[in-house]
């Protein structure tokens, strides 16, 4: 190989290794690096969501039961997809509270929802 290939493939890599880190850089937010209006944001918003998720978290039994039928059938829908539900009612309201009486402290991530979907009407 000549020279410059060595070369232009050094570069390549370099940028290969390089550019994907400058580009989520701003995935890692933290309290330090960001502005006041963005920690005001993330902190409306967790306590939104969790008082959404705690109003709403028994919306959980009909969500289940659906998508239980729906990728299982309707037996093991009407069986199984109420104790789906119940289970996670309790975890989407218990993380709603949470949420609520942690909405300043910038934690999981930089104010990011414990756990996906963030909101029961959501898709999976």
């Known amino acids: 190989m000549r020279p410059t290939k060595y070369i232009f493939a050094t570069i390549a890599?370099?940028?290969?290794?390089?550019?994907?880190?400058?580009a989520?850089?701003?995935?890692y937010k933290t309290p330090d690096t960001s502005s006041p209006q963005e920690i005001a944001?993330?902190?409306?918003?967790?306590?939104?969501?969790?008082?959404?998720?705690?109003?709403?978290?028994?919306g959980?039994?009909?969500k289940q039961i659906y998508y239980t039928t729906k990728e299982d059938g309707w037996g093991k829908g009407i069986v199984v997809g109420p104790f789906k539900g119940i289970i996670m009612t309790l975890v989407r309201t218990v993380t709603g509270?949470?949420?609520?009486?942690?909405?300043?402290?910038?934690?999981?991530g930089f104010y990011?929802?414990?756990?996906?979907p963030a909101y029961v009407w959501q898709k999976e």
């Open 112 to 116: 990011e929802p414990f756990f996906d």
């Open 13 to 22: 890599l370099l940028l290969a290794i390089g550019l994907p880190g400058i």
């Open 60 to 62: 959980e039994i009909p």
């Open 41 to 58: 944001d993330g902190m409306g918003t967790k306590l939104a969501r969790g008082v959404a998720n705690f109003a709403t978290g028994w």
């Open 97 to 108: 509270v949470v949420e609520v009486a942690t909405f300043p402290v910038p934690y999981p």
């Open 24 to 27: 989520s850089a701003d995935r």
